[in-house]
């Protein structure tokens, strides 16, 4: 039957259509034959014609799919696997397991170990859809595999294998257990330098294969973190040596300065309290400049970057004008010294200009670039604080107080650069006070509120006993926050115990110890009242900040006190055995998934918020209050 079917393939490569259709009627006839599976076999391996062998195969694959349990056991032992029959043995696999096709495992161990590289070429082909496409069958073959690879990396010359081997790799990444840790370990060096020869040989293979980082990153990456270093330097020197910097830009900087769909915002601009990175391209061209500043030498990166920055902070587009300003921000913690000794000026004039800007969005991203620059580039950016401060008091000032994503921004730029300005704070106390104290007293908004509360703690850091003399109104605002038990005052109530321990530790003893026994049982108060785990543990730093004003008063709320701290400590709540190969706390090379091991996925994260996290501030605290009572 084999050189029938294959004299009618070869006529549905004629170019006369009468002939193809008296072809396809004669192919339709031959497909009821059982012998059809067999045929197409002998056509598909012994063939002459390209065209022939590759319809047999392509018919073949189609056939078992979808008739897989009607073929006999005989037929199923008769393929001879070459290049052309990977596809084939990947839907097989899907059907029968590694264990019941034995002969594909004897196959699979001959080529891929044979000393003809193109045997080995062919061989990790079939390995890597087989396994692709069905990757648990082989679990009980990982060690072998895994040591098969450690052979195959070395064989540099053979960039083809190299990326087959590496794809396989890529598949069981997601499946492996504490039995192939150390064998993944010792795969991670041979790993990047089997990178470096593929990226020569071809780069889209190259980059297919880079996404075995992702895999182990997601899956193992307590596999990866020993390597992190070595990782990182890898794939800056892939980026400069390839010279792919330029357009790495180039592809980044339009989705960074594109503008939203008509009638929709940034995520980032939008009005309102939700709190969060939002993952969107934008978002993620972001992520790809601060990685870079982060890791790549600053002179090589700035001599790239600036170009795109100034034409886009030249641009009459304000959302390239925002791009530019976004740049600039995420540029402030990776190259810090670079930008203190050789930018800072000229980068904070761009920013200050910018606060002045006609369009909401640009004056938004560079409040956003003032507080990176705040919380990155200290003390220097301190220096220019007679610049600064009327930008900041003025913009706060002139803000509609409903626009609250516009005041959050505010507030984030003017705290982080109040926290570093110690005593040169204060000129600026009785306005930046008068405006503090109007939101607490005046504010309809409780996040409006709570922004102050907050300012007011960054404040007190800055300023210490000069906040003394507006020492009252404040403790009477918060006092009158920690009294209301109401579920929507309970971000508020937690930033103001917050702000409570901040000005117990600075405005002195003196001042603070006549409140410290009513401060103490508002604590117990909430704590009594409200089941929060943010709550509780900004209690007890409230507690552990008394400790240190005044000891004494403590003394008669010591059994209460405990007796929470020890219910938080006691806790279970978030923690779970782990039964999943989720990244466990204190990894072992020798662990094999006893119990006892701490699971940080993604679901106990909420979890372990509760009240084990509570126990872990309480600690702390019960440490302090030993301190203070020696």
């Given at each position: 039957m084999s050189e029938e079917l294959e004299r009618i393939l070869a006529r549905l490569t004629e170019p006369d259509n009468a002939v193809i259709q008296q072809a396809t009627a004669e192919l339709k006839q031959a497909f009821k034959d059982p012998a059809i599976i067999p045929a197409l076999c002998?056509?598909?391996?012994?063939?002459?014609?390209?065209?022939?062998?590759?319809?047999?195969?392509?018919?073949?694959?189609?056939?078992?799919?979808?008739?897989?349990?009607?073929?006999?056991?005989?037929?199923?032992?008769?393929?001879?696997?070459?290049?052309?029959?990977?596809?084939?043995?990947?839907?097989?696999?899907?059907?029968?397991?590694?264990?019941?096709?034995?002969?594909?495992?004897?196959?699979?161990?001959?080529?891929?170990?044979?000393?003809?590289?193109?045997?080995?070429?062919?061989?990790?082909?079939?390995?890597?859809?087989?396994?692709?496409s069905n990757p648990e069958p082989f679990k009980p073959h990982y060690k072998q595999l895994l040591q098969l690879f450690g052979t195959v990396l070395l064989d540099l010359n053979n960039p083809t294998a190299l990326y087959y081997c590496i794809l396989t790799l890529t598949a069981i990444t997601a499946y492996t257990g504490t039995e192939e840790m150390n064998l993944m370990r010792s795969l991670i060096p041979k790993l990047l330098i089997a990178l470096k020869h593929l990226i020569q040989a071809d780069q889209d293979q190259a980059s297919e294969a880079m996404e075995v980082f992702d895999e182990l990153m997601e899956s193992e990456v307590s596999i990866v973190v020993p390597h992190i270093a070595e990782i990182v330097r890898f794939c800056l020197e892939a980026v400069l040596k390839h010279k792919l910097l330029q357009p790495i830009l180039q592809v980044v900087f339009p989705i960074l300065s594109a503008a939203p769909p008509p009638g929709e915002e940034d995520p980032e601009d939008e009005e309102n309290d939700t709190e969060g990175d939002s993952e969107n391209p934008k978002h993620f061209a972001v992520q790809v400049i601060d990685t870079m500043a982060l890791h790549m030498p600053p002179e090589k990166l700035f001599n790239q970057l600036l170009p795109f920055t100034q034409a886009c902070l030249s641009s009459e587009n304000p959302y390239e004008r925002k791009g530019g300003l976004m740049c600039m921000a995420v540029l402030a913690e990776g190259c810090a010294d670079h930008i203190r000794t050789k930018m800072l000026s000229s980068m904070l004039q761009t920013v200050c200009r910018s606060l002045s800007d006609n369009n909401q969005v640009v004056r938004s991203a560079a409040l956003f670039a003032l507080g990176q620059f705040s919380e990155h580039l200290q003390p220097d950016v301190s220096k220019f604080h007679a610049e600064l401060m009327p930008l900041l008091h003025g913009y706060l000032s002139a803000v509609n107080q409903t626009k609250i994503g516009h005041m959050t921004k505010a507030f984030y730029a003017l705290e982080n650069f109040l926290e570093n300005l110690g005593p040169e704070i204060e000129p600026y106390l009785p306005t930046l006070m008068e405006t503090m104290l109007s939101a607490l007293n005046n504010a309809e908004n409780l996040k409006l509120k709570e922004l102050a509360v907050s300012a007011i703690g960054a404040i007190a850091n800055a300023a210490k006993e000069m906040l003394v003399p507006y020492f009252p109104p404040i403790i009477e605002s918060l006092k009158g926050f920690l009294t209301d038990t109401s579920e929507e005052m309970r971000t508020l109530q937690t930033q103001a115990l917050d702000t409570l321990s901040v000005l117990a530790r600075t405005v002195g003893k003196e001042v603070f110890s006549p409140l410290a026994a009513e401060c103490v049982q508002l604590g117990l108060n909430l704590t009594d009242a409200v089941d929060d785990p943010d709550l509780r543990r900004c209690t007890y730093s409230l507690f552990s900040a008394v400790s240190d004003v005044s000891p004494d008063c403590l003394a008669p709320h010591l059994p209460p006190i405990t007796t929470v701290m020890l219910l938080s400590l006691r806790s279970t709540e978030g923690v779970t055995v782990n039964e999943d190969k989720q990244f466990v706390l204190l990894d072992d090379?020798?662990?094999?998934?006893?119990?006892?091991?701490v699971d940080l996925d993604e679901e106990s994260e909420t979890e372990v918020d509760d009240r084990d996290v509570a126990g872990y501030v309480s600690v702390s605290f019960i440490l302090s209050l030993s301190f203070s009572f020696m």
């Amino acid at each position: 039957m084999s050189e029938e079917l294959e004299r009618i393939l070869a006529r549905l490569t004629e170019p006369d259509n009468a002939v193809i259709q008296q072809a396809t009627a004669e192919l339709k006839q031959a497909f009821k034959d059982p012998a059809i599976i067999p045929a197409l076999c002998a056509v598909m391996t012994g063939s002459q014609n390209p065209q022939v062998r590759q319809s047999a195969a392509v018919m073949l694959r189609m056939r078992v799919r979808k008739h897989w349990k009607k073929i006999s056991p005989d037929h199923r032992e008769r393929h001879t696997v070459r290049h052309s029959l990977s596809q084939l043995c990947a839907v097989l696999v899907k059907h029968e397991t590694p264990d019941r096709w034995p002969a594909l495992l004897a196959l699979l161990n001959q080529s891929t170990k044979s000393n003809n590289p193109q045997d080995r070429q062919v061989g990790l082909l079939l390995l890597s859809k087989v396994v692709g496409s069905n990757p648990e069958p082989f679990k009980p073959h990982y060690k072998q595999l895994l040591q098969l690879f450690g052979t195959v990396l070395l064989d540099l010359n053979n960039p083809t294998a190299l990326y087959y081997c590496i794809l396989t790799l890529t598949a069981i990444t997601a499946y492996t257990g504490t039995e192939e840790m150390n064998l993944m370990r010792s795969l991670i060096p041979k790993l990047l330098i089997a990178l470096k020869h593929l990226i020569q040989a071809d780069q889209d293979q190259a980059s297919e294969a880079m996404e075995v980082f992702d895999e182990l990153m997601e899956s193992e990456v307590s596999i990866v973190v020993p390597h992190i270093a070595e990782i990182v330097r890898f794939c800056l020197e892939a980026v400069l040596k390839h010279k792919l910097l330029q357009p790495i830009l180039q592809v980044v900087f339009p989705i960074l300065s594109a503008a939203p769909p008509p009638g929709e915002e940034d995520p980032e601009d939008e009005e309102n309290d939700t709190e969060g990175d939002s993952e969107n391209p934008k978002h993620f061209a972001v992520q790809v400049i601060d990685t870079m500043a982060l890791h790549m030498p600053p002179e090589k990166l700035f001599n790239q970057l600036l170009p795109f920055t100034q034409a886009c902070l030249s641009s009459e587009n304000p959302y390239e004008r925002k791009g530019g300003l976004m740049c600039m921000a995420v540029l402030a913690e990776g190259c810090a010294d670079h930008i203190r000794t050789k930018m800072l000026s000229s980068m904070l004039q761009t920013v200050c200009r910018s606060l002045s800007d006609n369009n909401q969005v640009v004056r938004s991203a560079a409040l956003f670039a003032l507080g990176q620059f705040s919380e990155h580039l200290q003390p220097d950016v301190s220096k220019f604080h007679a610049e600064l401060m009327p930008l900041l008091h003025g913009y706060l000032s002139a803000v509609n107080q409903t626009k609250i994503g516009h005041m959050t921004k505010a507030f984030y730029a003017l705290e982080n650069f109040l926290e570093n300005l110690g005593p040169e704070i204060e000129p600026y106390l009785p306005t930046l006070m008068e405006t503090m104290l109007s939101a607490l007293n005046n504010a309809e908004n409780l996040k409006l509120k709570e922004l102050a509360v907050s300012a007011i703690g960054a404040i007190a850091n800055a300023a210490k006993e000069m906040l003394v003399p507006y020492f009252p109104p404040i403790i009477e605002s918060l006092k009158g926050f920690l009294t209301d038990t109401s579920e929507e005052m309970r971000t508020l109530q937690t930033q103001a115990l917050d702000t409570l321990s901040v000005l117990a530790r600075t405005v002195g003893k003196e001042v603070f110890s006549p409140l410290a026994a009513e401060c103490v049982q508002l604590g117990l108060n909430l704590t009594d009242a409200v089941d929060d785990p943010d709550l509780r543990r900004c209690t007890y730093s409230l507690f552990s900040a008394v400790s240190d004003v005044s000891p004494d008063c403590l003394a008669p709320h010591l059994p209460p006190i405990t007796t929470v701290m020890l219910l938080s400590l006691r806790s279970t709540e978030g923690v779970t055995v782990n039964e999943d190969k989720q990244f466990v706390l204190l990894d072992d090379d020798d662990a094999d998934g006893e119990e006892g091991d701490v699971d940080l996925d993604e679901e106990s994260e909420t979890e372990v918020d509760d009240r084990d996290v509570a126990g872990y501030v309480s600690v702390s605290f019960i440490l302090s209050l030993s301190f203070s009572f020696m």
